[in-house]
């Protein structure tokens, strides 16, 4: 059974920087898959954050793109999440979850179908 | 970016009702459309992609359609456990983002 599990603080201080690792059990981080970020603020939808694939390509979400770094780590099987110069506006639960694309000939859907329990962060001082 | 519009923002229902979320992309992402389902303090579950594919172990009541701009998630008979904000989001471009929700309550 594969289990994603969030870690880190969980108050940071504005102007600061948030940092989440998500490891990963059950499945290797080197597989075939995108390992993805996702936060939903209080009140409000989910965002789609960032990912990264197993040889270190990453994508991320423009409006965020200038403060945030998705890294891996192969050899704890783990990744993980930097947001620099955070704010309120950042306070949210933060997920991870794994983007697979099931086997088979194109075209390719990819899907997050395994996804951590979450962990709130608040931004405050 | 490409933005995702869902509607209604919320409604309300009766148990065995027929039930349908609609979500639109402010430009063509052809078939690359998944639905979620968030339940509060839960992590959200996918139950659609490719627009129309069932997940493995999601009920066949659910079931979606669509393709390029306009998509549509339909419950066909609502149970109590499909309370829940439902979340479009397209993979079509390397941003991925969601539609708003849509807040599901049973009348």
């Known amino acids: 059974q594969v289990q994603l599990l969030e870690s880190g603080p969980g108050l940071v201080k504005p102007s600061g920087t948030l940092s989440l690792t998500c490891g990963v059990s059950g499945d290797s981080i080197t597989s075939n898959k995108w390992w993805t970020w996702v936060r939903q603020p209080p009140g409000k939808g989910l965002e789609w954050i960032g990912q990264?694939?197993?040889?270190?390509?990453?994508k991320y979400n423009p409006s965020l793109r200038s403060r945030v770094t998705v890294s891996i780590d192969t050899s704890k099987n783990q990744f993980s999440l930097k947001l620099t110069s955070v704010t309120a506006a950042d306070t949210a639960v933060y997920y991870c979850a794994r983007d697979e694309a099931p086997a088979g000939p194109p075209p390719t859907y990819y899907r997050m179908d395994v996804w951590g329990q979450g962990t709130t962060v608040i931004v405050s001082s | 970016d490409i933005q995702m519009s869902q509607s209604p923002s919320s409604l309300s229902a009766s148990i065995g009702d027929r039930v349908t979320i609609t979500c639109r992309a402010s430009?063509?992402?052809?078939?690359?459309l998944n639905w979620y389902q968030h339940k509060p303090g839960k992590a959200p579950k996918v139950l659609i992609y490719?627009?129309?594919t069932l997940q493995t172990g999601v009920p066949s009541r659910f079931s979606g359609s669509g393709s390029g701009t306009d998509f549509t998630l339909t419950i066909s008979t609502l149970q109590p456990d499909d309370v829940a904000t439902y979340f479009c989001?397209?993979?079509?471009?390397?941003?991925?983002?969601f539609g708003q929700g849509t807040k599901l309550e049973i009348k």
């Open positions: 989001q397209q993979t079509y471009r390397n941003s991925y983002t």
């Open positions: 490719g627009a129309s």
């Open positions: 990264i694939y197993r040889n270190g390509d990453t």
């Open positions: 430009q063509n992402v052809d078939r690359y």
